[in-house]
């Protein structure tokens, strides 16, 4: 059975063969086609009286003033002009061209094409083939573990600037962490729950801080109300912890009171709804805590926040996925407690675990400090790297080829934002949010940031193909753009990489819009000497035609062309 379908001549094969063959052939079917045509004019030229009607349009052609033509050539020019606009404005806004997206997008497939698969949409169903899965996976997007606290520092910058620092995806993002991580199944919410369900999908900031005061008005003891209180309308720090403490005892409290609700006659029933409850209330009191760890840092109690983020990843061991790590490695940064960083590294730098910005960076940092104080470009130039220069240099590498954004940050060559609440890891959301907490940690190091400015364009050399092979990680992901524009406010200019080259539209409208121009303005200050070069060109322009005429005339006999004239 096997053989005798492998020799069908219907098999997919087959068919794929023949595709190909009629896709290779198609380029020279159109040649000929368009041969056929031009000798069909040529021999049909008298019928169809093409020389009366070319000689009618040059005596047209002759009657015009240069006005006209200066008219015509300003006129095409101002139209290329606002296309050239057009089309910068929207390379600047999407990363491509819109001529050519249209192309992709229309054309295309009219013309046989098949549509790239990279051209799939970032956020495709997971029902689709392999490499939109992949592709997906690459761009999946992560809690910022050092995000900020809307009301106490988002919000006072939307007071001073007028400008929002979150998009509504990253806001959305949040909310749908918040029902999941929060409340779960939703067939089993407490009346309260269901309120707050609601709270975190509202837009208005002001909606979900009513509808929070609701919940508590059901119940005086729902956490998740007193955390989205902490969270977006305490104005300072100091008072959102008030408000975590407040949470977390109403969580401690709830979650004590399940395990007193057990009784003998109900006990299966009540088991699997305390298991599901327990588990709701130990994700919201992890959070919570963690979140009182933050201000304690951000108020300046640097040992206090240290000794509860321990305490918290020594209680919860399996919730690494919260990256309570990066949090724990910015506070000890911060007290430059160096060999306790060296620690957390050992732990979390390992091959088996996702790396992060927060990981690598931090691990050049250490071995540049090493080294920094006394590091000279010259000096390295006559003598040569050290030992540990080289693995200082090594890890920069290393931590520039998985997010090469980074750097810029750090030397202060772009400006920074307020880091958004979800970033993609390698992007330019996980820079921004690695470096607005990071920078002052490099400064404190001297000699890191000139170490780095020194070093981590080599990296671009190592890898001269990012997309295509990378050298101690993947290659880097082609979606990061997309996303990172989804993730940061409008007002930043996303960083990309590997540095896109303008599109050919940019640049054709751009060449006709000067060349336009150009004509105009010589077809206004020299009309006849303009009128001389015109004909001069278009009589060069046509001489192979006239050749190739004359060749055709006295190759063919006249009796053959008089005959087909006739037909």
């Known amino acids: ?154 919000s006072r910058y939307t007071w001073v600037t007028g400008k929002e620092p979150l998009t509504y995806y990253d806001m959305n993002l949040s909310a749908q962490d918040h029902q999941t991580f929060f409340l779960g199944d939703t067939q089993q919410l407490r009346p309260e729950d269901s309120v707050m369900q609601k709270a975190w999908r509202e837009r208005n900031p002001q909606a979900r801080i009513r509808a929070a005061y609701q919940a508590i008005e059901l119940n005086r003891e729902c956490a998740a109300a007193y955390v989205l209180l902490a969270e977006e309308e305490a104005t300072t720090i100091t008072e959102a912890e008030r408000l975590f403490k407040q949470a977390l005892k109403s969580g401690m409290e709830l979650s004590h009171c399940h395990t007193y609700v057990l009784s003998t006659q109900y006990l299966t029933l009540l088991l699997i709804t305390v298991a599901f409850t327990a588990g709701k209330d130990t994700n919201l009191v992890v959070y919570i805590k963690r979140r009182l760890a933050m201000c304690a840092r951000k108020l300046g109690r640097i040992k206090e926040a240290v000794k509860m983020m321990r305490d918290l990843m020594k209680e919860f061991p399996l919730l690494g996925m919260l990256n309570i790590h990066e949090n724990l490695l910015e506070a000890l940064l911060e007290l430059q407690a160096y060999a306790d960083v060296q620690a957390v590294l050992a732990k979390y730098d390992d091959i088996s675990l996702p790396k992060s910005a927060t990981i690598c960076y931090t691990s050049a940092l250490l071995k540049a400090r090493a080294v920094s104080d006394k590091f000279s470009p010259e000096a390295a130039s006559r003598r040569g790297l050290s030992t540990a220069e080289m693995n200082a240099v090594e890890a920069i590498h290393r931590a520039v080829e998985f997010n090469p954004h980074v750097p810029k940050y750090l030397l202060e060559m772009k400006s920074l934002i307020l880091p958004p609440e979800h970033i993609l890891k390698r992007g330019d959301s996980e820079a921004v949010a690695y470096a607005f907490f990071h920078l002052q940690h490099w400064k404190r190091a001297e000699g890191a940031l000139n170490l780095l400015h020194c070093t981590w364009e080599g990296t671009f050399r190592i890898i001269p193909y990012p997309l295509e092979k990378g050298h101690l990680f993947y290659p880097y992901p082609g979606c990061t753009e997309t996303a ?55 009589s060069t322009l046509f001489a192979p035609l006239g050749f190739f005429a004359d060749k055709m005339e006295s190759f063919m006999p006249s009796c053959l062309w008089h005959q087909l004239a006739n037909v």
């Open 1 to 154: 059975m096997a053989d005798s379908s492998g020799s069908n001549p219907q098999s997919p094969g087959f068919t794929e063969k023949l595709k190909s063959w009629l896709c290779w052939s198609w380029t020279y079917i159109c040649a000929l086609w368009f041969a056929m045509v031009l000798t069909m004019v040529y021999v049909l030229r008298s019928p169809l009286k093409l020389q009366e009607t070319v000689n009618a349009a040059s005596v047209f052609l002759n009657t015009l003033t240069p006005k006209f033509y200066v008219a015509l050539t300003g006129t095409s020019s101002l139209i290329s002009g606002l296309i050239l606009i057009f089309e910068w404005w929207y390379f600047r806004k999407y990363g491509t061209s819109f001529i050519e997206q249209v192309s992709v997008s229309h054309l295309r497939p009219l013309l046989g094409g098949v549509e790239n698969s990279s051209s799939v949409g970032l956020f495709s169903s997971v029902n689709g083939d392999t490499e939109q899965r992949s592709n997906v996976a690459e761009c999946k997007v992560w809690r910022n573990p050092l995000n900020l606290f809307r009301g106490a520092e988002y």
């Open 484 to 538: 990172d524009r989804e993730l940061l406010p409008s007002f930043h200019e996303v960083s990309v990489y590997p540095k896109k080259e303008l599109p050919f539209f940019i640049l054709f409208t751009a060449g006709l819009c000067s060349f336009c121009a150009m004509l105009a303005m010589l077809t206004h200050q020299f009309p006849e000497l303009m009128g001389v070069f015109v004909k001069a060109f278009f």
